[in-house]
């Protein structure tokens, strides 16, 4: 008698508060899986109940996800399908779910994502800051010297930042990020996404932390909250360029300042003219 064939893991995302946010895609394997492994089965039974999706579930949360593993992988290697689903958003993004998919993996059974919300990604294309670069950090640490030594070690981080925060703590996280990045760096608060309550505001710390500080409406519900990058550092040659075509500008046209900088300094023409450009236009 040959082995069964296994079944798929599928890595469903979920909506973040609207309802409506989730995929057709996503429904539809929720109602073919055979088991649904959510990470709160209360929690998400009004999602399943709203969509009339009435496959079994079973919990997987941080506190069973070792021994819950073990249980998965052998319904699959039974050829059984599963879900896996998060209370909100995209499984495994600071939520359980990186044990299971690892074992399953290793076992060789195909793991399939059904994309769709996830906070962060909402929040920094609303926000207004770089997108092109950033580093998402979870949650930063509930004690004070705890946080602040973790902040430190960003000041010179030029990716945007991104941090999942308490409401309880983001007060006090925003002060801390405004003694560390200083009141003048850009940031947003984003909070209850999708939600009736929802709010993005982009603006300097000391004007976000004032804001949060004064309106105790803006310390509840979930938070995501993003913090600029640094300005890259210049360095020597760009120094040394900057210097040059700071006085060959006023004489003659950035094509030639571009190309006498170049020879002079032994630097790229193209990083020289685009430069030239930039100090042109100031």
Known sequence: MTDPTPGILYIVATPIGNLADISFRAVETLNQVNLIAAE?????????????????TISLHEHNEQQRSDVLLQKLQAG???????????????DPGYRLVTRVIEAGIQVVPIPGCSALIAALSAAGLASNRFAFEG???????????TLQQFIHETRTLIFYESPKRIAATLQDCQQIFGPDRQATLARELTKIHETIKTAPLAVLT???????????GEIVLLIAGAPAAITADEQAMQQLLTLLLPEMSVKKAAAITAQWLSVSKNAAYQLALKLQQK
């Open 40 to 56: 709160d089965t209360r929690h998400s039974k009004y999602l399943l109940t709203h969509y009339q999706i009435a496959t079994p």
């Open 80 to 94: 059984e399908s599963i879900a896996l689903i998060s209370d909100a958003g995209t499984p495994l993004i600071n």
């Open 139 to 149: 949650f930063l640490p509930p004690k004070v010297f705890a946080r602040q030594h």
């Open 210 to 220: 004032e804001w949060v500080t004064n309106d105790l409406n803006q310390q509840k």
